[in-house]
């Protein structure tokens, strides 16, 4: 089984806060104007597109789905989604 102290659960919480989408900014230069719109042309929910859009939860979007964005917008997921750990973008 699997264990976790304090310590590591902070840790996980301080990095995934870090994490942040470029959707809007990709949504603009792919003409699309909503999240609706685009939820069509990838074939997944509004509703994980507006976790993504609001930087809410995204590490619990499935990989799948964010592929699917990054076809639907013609980007690479590293243009979709970055990570910033400790000051350095990943």
Sequence with gaps: MLQC????HILYKVVMMMVRSNLRILMAKAKIKTLRELGRRASISW?????LDNDE???????????KVCFALNC????LVEIDYEGRRI
């Design 5 to 8: 102290n304090y310590d590591d």
């Design 47 to 51: 509703k994980i597109l507006s976790y």
């Design 57 to 67: 939860n995204i590490d619990t979007i499935q990989l799948g789905n964010l592929l």
């Design 76 to 79: 690479k997921l590293e243009d």
